[in-house]
């Protein structure tokens, strides 16, 4: 292994598997989309990558910058590879696309921030497949569907704006190194571009679910007048009993537009 001690406050842990990364290299979507990968390491995943695609990389560790550099020497010159030296938060902030064209975000995502990178990559329109990998729960949340125990603001907006979203595999903590203490998932979610992410929408999602075994007219009530709270129960025929995860995703968009409306 490369002389590098992993630094626990990047969330590094190496994938060094050989069966995974190349299950993870057969579950790229078949397209011309370039690939974006966040936190590169020590290159084993874009090793990989590179093969396939051209990959612009996005690597937030010094330490790490000087051995990706002479790695890559051949693919940098050749432009088949970018290294940004940057937090990629930092840099969705700044250019609002971490591509200027169609790209595919693959990744072994630090988990510090899996969820936020996430969330990011759905607001951005240029990006089209998510396949990362996450702490299991994590995935479980993006997949989750009415009536789950995961079920929440996460996998209702994954449904919302995506065509297809699945846990691929589970990864177990010796594929890396260091070993984490969770076990890992694969998560797959191909976006639906015609559809936007909706910030207000996830905002209100949250508000639905702030207690979540507490009645879902009972959550709402801190944003939405009671009287109106009523009305929309009774135009979409819903129980006042309802708890938050026991209501679809569609009827949650249908509900928020009826909270909206009068408020524009
Ligand atoms: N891709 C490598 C692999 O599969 O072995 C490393 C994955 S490791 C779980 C996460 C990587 O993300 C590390 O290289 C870490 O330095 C990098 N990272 C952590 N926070 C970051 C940030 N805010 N912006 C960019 N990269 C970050």
């Known amino acids: 292994m490369d002389k590098v001690k992993a630094k626990k406050e990047f ?8 069966s995974v990364l190349n299950k993870i290299i057969q579950s790229m979507p078949h397209n011309n989309n370039h690939i974006v990968e966040i936190g590169p390491g020590l290159g084993d995943l874009t090793k990989n990558l590179v093969k396939y695609k051209d990959v612009t990389a996005y690597e937030v560790d010094t330490d790490l910058i000087g051995i990706l550099k002479s790695k890559f020497a051949k693919e940098l010159e050749s432009k088949k590879f970018t290294l940004k030296h940057i937090d990629v938060l930092k840099a969705w ?28 990559a759905f ?19 993006f997949t989750a569907k009415v009536n789950d125990k995961e079920y929440s603001s996460l996998g209702i907006i994954t449904e919302t704006i995506s065509k297809d979203s699945r846990i691929l595999f589970d990864v177990p903590p010796e594929a890396f190194d260091p070993m ?30 702030v207690q979540p075994r ?51």
């Open 11 to 18: 969330g590094q842990n190496f994938l060094k598997d050989d």
């Open 93 to 120: 902030d700044e250019l609002n696309s971490l591509h200027n064209g169609k790209y595919d975000l693959i990744a072994n995502l630090p988990y510090y921030i899996a969820t936020n990178i996430i969330l990011r």
């Open 214 to 264: 507490k009645k879902l007219s009972k959550n709402l009530s801190s944003i939405v007048d009671k009287n109106k709270i009523s009305t929309i129960f009774e135009d979409l025929n819903l129980n006042d009993n309802l708890r938050p995860h026991e209501v679809s995703a569609s009827l949650y968009s249908q509900m928020y537009t009826k909270v909206k409306d009068g408020r524009d």
């Open 123 to 141: 607001e951005d329109d240029l990006c089209e497949h998510i396949i990362v990998m996450v702490q299991k729960e994590v995935a479980e949340k």
């Open 180 to 209: 984490p203490k969770v076990i890992s998932s694969i998560l797959y979610i191909k976006k639906d571009l015609s559809k936007k992410f909706d910030k207000d929408f996830n905002k209100f999602l949250k508000s639905c679910f």
